[in-house]
C-alpha cells in the first residue's frame, strides 16, 4: 500500500505563487512516475505535470512556463511550484505516483485563486 499527504494549497491573489508538496509513503519501491491532476467544478480530472523516474518531465499546455514539477527522490516528495496563477487554475489538486505499474492518488489539496 501507498499512502500519500499532499500540503501547500490555498487562496492567492491572480498573480501569486503557491508551492504543492506530496510525500509517499509505505510500499514505495520502484515508484515509476509522480505527479499532480486537477479537477475543476464540474469538469474532469486533467494532468497538469508528471515527472518520470528518469527526471524527465511533462505539462499541460496551460501551465507550462508557470509551473514547475521537481522530485526528491531521497525524500520520496514530489513538489509543484505555481506561479503567475490565474482564476482558471483553482480546482482541488491531486497528487499521484505509479508504483510498479499501480495507479496511487493522494486525498487533493484545494487551491483557489480570486481576481
Known amino acids: 500500500q501507498v499512502q500519500l499527504v499532499e500540503s501547500g494549497g490555498g487562496l492567492v491573489q491572480a498573480g501569486g505563487s503557491l508551492r504543492l508538496s506530496c510525500a509517499a509513503s509505505g510500499s514505495i519501491f520502484g515508484i515509476n512516475a509522480m505527479g499532480w491532476y486537477l479537477q475543476a467544478p464540474g469538469k474532469q480530472r486533467e494532468l497538469v505535470a508528471v515527472i518520470k523516474s528518469g527526471g524527465s518531465t511533462n505539462y499541460a499546455d496551460s501551465v507550462k512556463g508557470r509551473f514547475t514539477i521537481s522530485r526528491d527522490n531521497a525524500k520520496n516528495t514530489v513538489y509543484l511550484q505555481m506561479n503567475s496563477l490565474k482564476p482558471e487554475d483553482t480546482a482541488v489538486y491531486y497528487c499521484?505516483?505509479?508504483?510498479?505499474?499501480?495507479?496511487?492518488w493522494g486525498q487533493g489539496t484545494q487551491v483557489t485563486v480570486s481576481s
Open positions: 499521484y505516483c505509479v508504483v510498479l505499474g499501480v495507479a496511487y
